[in-house]
């Protein structure tokens, strides 16, 4: 049974910054694709950063380009979120998503339990 384990959400002033970590218990860890959504409350669900198994080809939503970045370390199952110059619409609950070797979107992803970001002005 694949498991994910997020941390690192918090309150955070505008321009600050976070660090999100998931911890992914699977013994294929270093070839699936990894990700980050959020959601808001009434809002539609936002892939934020992905990152392919293979190629590591990174990718980013619009909205967060050149300020936050996905990263992961195969040794230790985690894969992380580099958030830098938050903006109070970066205010969101953070989910940690495990794809596999094609990609992220199947129904057999798997979801973490969310970690809550709240940016304030």
């Known amino acids: 049974q694949v498991q994910l384990v997020e941390s690192g959400g918090g309150l955070v002033q505008a321009g600050g910054s976070l660090r999100l970590s998931c911890a992914v218990s699977?013994?294929?860890?270093?070839?699936?694709?990894m990700g980050w959504y959020r959601q808001v409350p009434g809002k539609q669900r936002e892939l934020v950063a992905s990152?392919?198994?293979?190629?590591?080809?990174?990718n980013y939503a619009d909205s967060v380009k050149g300020r936050f970045t996905i990263s992961r370390d195969n040794a230790k199952n985690t894969v992380y979120l580099q958030m830098n110059s938050l903006k109070p619409e970066d205010t969101a609950i953070y989910y940690c998503?495990?794809?596999?070797?094609?990609?992220?979107?199947?129904?057999?992803?798997?979801w973490g339990q969310g970690t809550q970001v709240t940016v304030s002005s």
């Open positions: 699977d013994s294929i860890f270093s070839i699936v694709a």
């Open positions: 990152m392919a198994s293979g190629s590591r080809q990174t």
């Open positions: 998503v495990r794809g596999n070797i094609y990609g992220l979107g199947y129904s057999s992803d798997y």
